[in-house]
């Protein structure tokens, strides 16, 4: 073939079918990619190709051939150092976040990102890294907003808020433990609110009463209250840890708790104390 002459189309469709479904030996891909190496793109090729965009046949032709496909570990590897070298400029991040958004991702593509990465740990590198790059940088106002939508009305059920509870790192496992000092420091009262059990018993007092005061009617920013005292209780069972209250029920009965509003609510202290006094 003369230099600089084209093939022509039925050449091109020739050599295509010629070569469909026929793999490329390992041998034969190194030797591809050597010779690609270090190979600059003119301008003119470049000029050429800008603009030009594959059709949804051709997508669909390279998902199905790239379908179920193994990436191995040494790809994997040339595709993070290749990708360290490359500038991504602010266009090409919003091209691939506004592609992201249209195309969005298949359910495939999360379960096998899921399997992968199951067991996986960050380096001790790799979280210093990524704890330099994260220091001083903060959402913007319109980041807020899209996060403050996007759960508006989403609710974790009273399962998925025992268990995350349950498996967060308490007491000693906890990067926060202080030797022990928290029901002294906080008072145990508030050691008792914070446990898993008495959210529960919270949220089922609200459930009951459907976030409504029942005193007053009015609906939301309402409080649980307790019709026996958490103080009363914590004399009469000679409660001294929070532990303690856990095998302990009259602290969870459903029925010791009534929902009111923060004015109600301040009106029924008043009143004990008053009864109290």
């Not at 906080?186 to 609110?193: D, E, K, P, V």
């Amino acid at each position: 073939m003369v230099k600089g002459s084209k093939m022509s189309p039925e050449t091109i469709e020739k050599m295509r079918l010629a070569h469909t479904g026929k793999q490329a030996s390992l041998e034969t891909r190194a030797k591809m990619s050597k010779s690609a190496m270090g190979r600059i793109v003119s301008e003119v090729t470049r000029a050429k190709l800008r603009g030009r965009k594959h059709t949804d046949e051709t997508k669909a032709k390279i998902g199905n051939a790239n379908r179920g496909r193994p990436i191995s570990i040494e790809t994997r590897i040339k595709c993070s150092a290749a990708g360290k070298r490359r500038v991504v400029t602010d266009n090409t991040r919003r091209l691939l976040s506004e592609s992201g958004k249209r195309h969005g991702v298949s359910p495939q593509c999360i379960q096998a990102s899921i399997a992968y990465h199951t067991g996986c740990k960050h380096t001790a590198e790799q979280i210093a890294k990524h704890a330099a790059i994260m220091r001083g940088r903060h959402p913007s106002e319109a980041t807020r907003l899209r996060i403050r939508l996007a759960l508006k009305g989403k609710h974790k059920s009273a399962e998925a808020r025992l268990h995350m509870s349950q498996s967060a790192k308490k007491g000693s496992a906890s990067h926060l433990w202080k030797g022990g000092v928290q029901e002294a420091h906080w008072g145990l009262h508030n050691a008792i609110r914070d446990l898993p059990q008495y959210k529960k018993w919270r949220g089922d007092v609200f459930a009951r009463d459907n976030f409504t005061c029942q005193h007053c009617g009015q609906y939301g920013h309402v409080h649980a209250h307790h019709i026996e005292q958490l103080q009363g209780l914590v004399n009469k069972y000679q409660i001294t840890t929070a532990q303690q209250t856990i095998m302990c029920d009259p602290f969870w009965d459903v029925n010791n708790g009534i929902v009111l509003c923060d004015p109600c609510h301040r009106a029924e202290h008043r009143m004990k104390k008053v009864v109290n006094a």
